[in-house]
């Protein structure tokens, strides 16, 4: 049997052909048959949409009754995105997929968002544990596809490709391609000892020496090299952010085609259906997972962002404890009423870059999600200081930027802030007093390197008092924070979760959903 390469790639499954003989038709017009076709299905971006596996398996078995030979893949990005999958970290949506009949996945950049399965730490309350996606892939049996996420000894950390072998005796080499861009979308300890280089004359080679009849490479990023393809054919390249149903069939005479199928056209699989419906009454039953929010942007939750600069994630949340500050009672642990001694347009949010701890990505949102971000049971605090202090408290806590590995414990200080704008400027060093905590030092110039530009669409006024809303440990002096601790300093710890907090305002303030208003960063930090 002739062999044939082709790229399947960027959530569009493109065979490798031209327009004319690929548009799902063969002699001389006649409508496309399955029969005698071996033919590779794949998905795209299916992002936990639990709903779409009973008709992906319908439309596999019906291409089977008339004939076909068929191998099931996804393309990446399969597992983030409902609450169907962040429930368990993918663990039952992983074995509902093998259920519906797929052979393979390929890893894609989200498939790394629940990085342990674990949520809080023994030593800050465990909220959630779940397990990991190693773990989840070998008990549901599929075959994870990636040639490029390598270990740090230099070995593949899952199946770089994969020899099937069909009904119909036909071959079909996969081999899987995850996204270099992964190490900028999920949280970087999630792929720890990971890299995502793709060496290409590895991969041919690996690829090759299967001696498949049909050689496919399945990926949801582009621009991969020639290196990868047949060199007697050209492959198109498309992209689409959202779910993609794709075919490639090939004949026995070699010839490749691409029959379009839409799931709507497929009534769900029974067996499937039942298996899905039967694990959203669980998750649907459960309280916790009860009041949902959506995100229509991600917010960026990466370690080194958070810490080194405004981030949209930042913005979101300290606008979410400024706002639940000034509009709801806040009180202590004892039941005494916090109230805020000055104005709205004197109170701030402050809250510190180490403690933002992951993304919140696309799609459902339920208090699972918010405690990933903040994995510990941090509460609102009230912390007033003068105008002059607060250029203090800023520029004590960026002291060790610019950002490097070896100031990156020390900006877990840095400040995401809402109400107010400041700058920093790094051409200045910064002039280290008393040391203090494990790798701080008390300013000794201050106003050298920080200004505040603004608050609350104001100029600072150094002698007035300001709220400044932020968390009980920075106000019992984390990190950083010492003028915390500064003798008669006035403050409060309220009872409120942060978490509860966040999710108030994500609920309420925001109508249920994370929009284009947390698209990007909104021009609060300046770091010169």
């Not at 960027?10 to 399955?34: I, R, Y």
């Amino acid at each position: 049997m002739k062999k044939i390469n082709c790229l399947l790639t960027c959530f569009a499954l493109l065979a490798a052909c031209t327009l004319s003989s690929c548009q799902g038709s063969l002699d001389g017009g006649k409508e496309f048959s399955p029969a005698d076709k071996t033919i590779v299905l794949t998905t795209s971006n299916l992002r936990g949409d639990i709903d779409k596996l009973a008709r992906v398996s319908s439309l596999k078995a019906d291409l089977e009754e008339k004939g076909a030979s068929v191998l099931l893949a996804d393309t990446g990005n399969f597992l983030q995105g409902t609450v169907y999958t962040s429930y368990d970290s993918g663990k039952t949506f992983l074995s509902l997929m093998k259920e519906a009949g797929y052979d393979a996945v390929t890893i894609g950049s989200h498939e790394f968002d629940f990085g342990t399965g674990k949520v809080g730490s023994d030593s800050h309350e465990v909220y959630y544990e779940d397990g990991t996606l190693g773990s989840f892939l070998s008990e549901s049996g599929l075959t994870a596809l990636s040639a490029n996420a390598v270990t740090g000894e230099g070995g593949f950390a899952y199946t770089a490709c994969k020899s099937y072998t069909l009904s119909n005796g036909a071959t079909v080499a996969l081999l899987g391609i995850t996204d270099e861009k992964v190490t900028s979308q999920v949280l970087e300890s999630n792929l720890s000892d990971l890299s995502f280089t793709l060496d290409t004359a590895r991969a041919s080679e690996l690829l090759s020496a299967l001696q498949a009849d049909y050689s496919i490479v399945l990926s949801n990023a582009s621009g991969y090299p020639p290196v990868l393809r047949a060199a007697d054919k050209t492959v198109s390249v498309s992209e689409s952010e959202g779910f993609v149903l794709s075919a490639v069939a090939f004949d026995k005479k070699g010839s490749i085609f691409e029959p379009k199928y839409s799931l709507d056209d497929y009534s769900p699989a029974p067996a499937v259906q039942d298996k899905t419906e039967e694990w959203k009454r669980t998750v649907d039953a459960d309280e916790d997972f009860k009041d949902r929010a959506t995100c229509f942007v991600a917010l960026n939750g990466s370690q080194r962002d958070n810490r080194s600069r405004e981030s949209n994630l930042g913005d979101f949340w300290t606008d979410a404890i400024r706002w639940y500050a000034l509009h709801n009672a806040l009180e202590t642990a004892d039941g005494q009423k916090i109230t805020l001694a000055v104005d709205a347009d004197h109170t701030i949010a402050l809250w510190n870059g180490g403690n933002l701890r992951d993304y919140l990505n696309l799609g459902d949102v339920v208090m699972k999600d918010i405690k990933r971000v903040l994995p510990y049971p941090n509460k609102i605090a009230v912390l007033y200081l003068t105008g002059a202090e607060l250029i203090e408290f800023l520029e004590s806590g960026s002291q060790g930027l610019p950002f490097s590995d070896a100031t990156k414990n020390s900006l877990a200080s840095f400040f995401q802030v809402s109400g107010c704008q400041y700058t920093v400027d790094t051409s200045v060093p910064y002039e280290k007093g008393e040391a203090y905590g494990k790798c701080w030092y008390k300013d000794n110039a201050v106003g050298n390197r920080v200004s505040v530009r603004e608050v609350n669409g104001k100029a600072l006024e150094k002698d007035a008092v300001y709220a400044v809303i932020t968390s009980n440990a920075v106000a019992n002096g984390m990190d950083a924070n010492y003028l915390s601790l500064t003798e008669g300093r006035e403050k409060a710890i309220s009872s409120c979760a942060v978490t509860d907090a966040v999710f108030a305002y994500l609920k309420e303030a925001c109508g249920g959903s994370i929009g284009e208003q947390y698209a990007a960063p909104q021009g609060r930090i300046t770091i010169l």
